[in-house]
């Protein structure tokens, strides 16, 4: 079974503008969370999916939105970058409710020039 | 609000010795899942060992096992006969049951097995 694929694995941008990061979960899986994992902060959560429904959602600004198809990938979108935004953003995706084990991606390397 | 704290920023074990990660933990759950996640360098995130709240029995995965005091909110990791490829970061988690599927982190600790 193939893992969980998340594309692309580097970005560059600038302040401003906006990025899309996409997220394939392994077969079957219905849930997807994203993350974001920084020096500083750590690993935060942003927002889980499950079943096109956003489930779950983080203390992240309005700028940080997500969906999700019906074939259960990912999407996440972040507008009007800021330096801030920098970090590596991890997708997980489970088979189940809750509880069960997330299995992660290699994540999205974004940087914010 | 759940936190989760790990104590130790850094550690390091020589090889075949056994090692244990501290991991504190505060919520007001009764049922929650906790978890130990590890990431080498430049390598994804993987589950090391997942531990459900209303099991008293430790769990174990193989060299891997926790040590697991709901009332004290402690879940130390022990790693036995340590090998190189244990050298990673590691991350305690915490899942409320019924919550879906977010996980809480904590800082993590970086281990260095020294061969």
């Known amino acids: 079974k193939a893992g969980v694929t998340q594309t692309p694995r580097y970005l560059i941008k600038t302040r401003g503008q906006q990025v899309t990061l996409s997220c394939s979960p392994i077969?079957?899986?219905?849930?997807v969370s994203w993350y974001q994992q920084t020096p500083g902060q750590g690993l935060q959560f942003l927002f889980e999916y499950f079943s096109e429904t956003q489930r779950n959602k983080g203390n992240f600004p309005g700028r940080f939105s997500g969906r999700q198809f019906s074939n259960s990938r990912s999407e996440m979108n972040v507008s009007t970058l800021e330096l801030g935004d920098s970090a590596l953003y991890l997708c997980?995706?489970?088979?189940?409710?809750?509880?069960?084990?997330?299995?992660f991606g290699a994540g999205t390397r974004l940087s914010v020039l | 609000a759940q936190t989760v704290t790990q104590s130790q920023p850094e550690m390091s074990v020589q090889e075949a010795e056994t090692v244990t990660l501290s991991c504190t933990y505060d919520t007001s759950e009764s049922n929650y899942y906790l978890f130990w996640y590890k990431q080498p360098p430049s390598r994804q995130m993987i589950l090391v060992i997942r531990?459900?709240?209303?099991?008293?029995q430790n769990a174990t995965e193989n060299r891997f096992s926790v040590n697991f005091q709901k009332a004290a909110k402690s879940f130390s990791l022990k790693i036995s006969d340590s090998q190189l490829g244990d050298t990673a970061m590691y991350f305690c988690a915490f899942m409320k049951q019924g919550g879906g599927n977010k996980l809480v982190f904590g800082a993590g600790t970086i281990l260095r097995v020294k061969s």
């Open positions: 531990q459900e709240a209303y099991k008293q």
């Open positions: 077969s079957g899986h219905r849930s």
């Open positions: 997980a995706s489970s088979s189940g409710q809750g509880g069960n084990i997330q299995y």
